[in-house]
């Protein structure tokens, strides 16, 4: 299941990829438009542009824009930084593997086999699909 800070992520992402001037947006602008709360928010566009996904200025003008383009903003990247593993699994991630305690070996163990057979049905996905891929859907 997605965090919240994962859900919140995607949708200030979304709400600047959609700004045609491409200008900078106020958090509090994208705050309200997301319904995400103001100082949650702030934390989550600092990781972003800490990420070099984001980028902001200061003063009159000033706010949060993209720093990269959505089609090359994969939605794997967002859910690892403010989700963690894709992987169901700690024993079955790629990222963030961990050894299974339960199991004598993974080769044998059908729940482990199972799941990063999941996890690669989900990364076929989500490492193809972009923000671009987001914001086509939502027209």
Do not use: W
Not at 22 to 49: G, Q, R
Not at 76 to 81: E, G, H
């Amino acid at each position: 299941m997605l965090s919240k800070k994962t859900k919140y992520a995607f949708h200030a992402l979304t709400f600047l990829g959609k700004q045609v001037d491409k200008k900078p947006v106020l958090i509090s602008e994208i705050a309200e438009n997301t319904k995400a709360p103001k100082k949650f928010l702030e934390v989550i566009l600092l990781d972003l542009k800490k990420a070099g996904i984001l980028n902001s200025k200061m003063g009159k003008g000033g706010g949060y824009y993209l720093l990269k383009n959505p089609s090359e903003i994969q939605l794997a990247t967002i859910i690892r930084m403010f989700n963690g593993p894709i992987a169901m699994l700690p024993c079955a991630s790629l990222n963030y593997y961990e050894s299974c305690s339960e199991c004598s070996t993974e080769t044998a163990c059908g729940l482990h086999l199972m799941m990063v057979d999941v996890r690669d049905e989900t990364l076929k996905i989500l490492e193809k699909r972009t923000l671009d891929d987001m914001l086509k859907l939502e027209g």
